[in-house]
């Protein structure tokens, strides 16, 4: 069953994305999360952006967006930008890439190629503590790798580097299964609904040093009491409609609004009010399309 305050939370997270992907002031923080719906919208994106690449780039352009699009295909993106130590904060780079925001599709694939094994290691532990505890030491191992790592790209791109974040996960599953809901919880949850909106926002974004990982871990900490929380009556504040519904379609909203973003700069060489506006519609339109054309039968089909 869905959760209403998860789709809420995702519909947040893609927000904030997709304003800090427009240089939006106020909102420098919107790389902090954003979720997963895999492999047939993705396979889509890249055959149109390599179709419609062409006609908005020069030539030497387009042959470095195809091998881009190439190296996305087999979710290697993460590898080729941390090897070329291609800042994903460095403004002018970010523009040159139509498939700059894919690296955190290539980290998630290859995390779900590991999963089978942390997953049939830990479950056989048989009391809850200890799977707890075997995800905890997976988890502090990972985050002090992400402290210690002495490149900020490697920090940021590789996925040992982010593994604690996806691990995470695994200990929410575990807490929840034997944790009782009340409605005491409510108030942690809407706490927790609020310090992530204050997270969302600002006017500087701490993309590396210990600034970054304190942000990440708030984001991640956050992000699993929510989930913990959910389905307690009285929270509203990520359950309202348009945030569910932002949730709903935020795979493709995620996965298109950075192409329209690159194509439409590519156009006017500058994101003034006009220009976000406009980007902001058309993704926002060609995600509803797609999910209700494309995605959302494919999720309800059974194969």
Not at 32 to 54: K, S
């Amino acid at each position: 069953m869905k959760s209403e305050e998860l789709q809420g939370l995702r519909g947040m997270a893609v927000i904030a994305v997709v304003l800090f992907h427009l240089k939006v002031r106020h909102v420098a923080r919107g790389f902090l999360g954003v979720d997963m719906r895999l492999l047939p919208c993705f396979a889509l994106l890249l055959l149109i952006v390599t179709l419609v690449v062409p006609f908005f780039f020069i030539l030497d352009e387009v042959d470095t967006a195809v091998e881009e699009i190439y190296h996305s295909m087999p979710f290697l993106i993460n590898f080729k930008f941390a090897s070329e130590e291609r800042s994903y904060w460095t403004k002018d780079k970010m523009f040159s890439s139509v498939v700059m925001h894919l690296w955190s599709l290539a980290v998630e694939m290859q995390f779900y190629l590991i999963v089978p094994l942390i997953y049939w290691a830990i479950n056989r532990l048989e009391k809850v503590e200890h799977r707890v505890a075997g995800h905890s030491a997976i988890l502090g191992a990972s985050l002090l790798s992400h402290y210690l790592e002495p490149s900020d790209n490697h920090q940021f791109y590789f996925l040992h580097n982010r593994l604690w974040e996806f691990v995470a996960g695994f200990i929410v599953q575990e807490i929840a299964a034997e944790m009782h809901r009340s409605r005491k919880l409510t108030s942690f949850s809407i706490a927790c609904s609020i310090l992530m909106l204050w997270m969302l926002t600002g006017d500087e974004s701490p993309s590396v040093g210990n600034t970054a990982i304190i942000m990440r871990v708030m984001a991640v900490l956050c992000t699993s009491l929510i989930i913990l929380c959910s389905g307690v009556a009285g929270n509203r504040l990520l359950s309202m409609k348009w945030l569910v519904y932002t949730g709903d379609v935020s795979y493709v909203l995620y996965l298109i609004h950075w192409p329209v973003i690159v194509f439409v700069h590519s156009c006017v060489l500058t994101l003034n009010l006009n220009n976000v506006a406009i980007c902001l519609i058309i993704s926002m339109l060609l995600s509803m399309i797609v999910h209700h054309t494309f995605e959302k039968p494919l999720l309800t089909r059974n194969f």
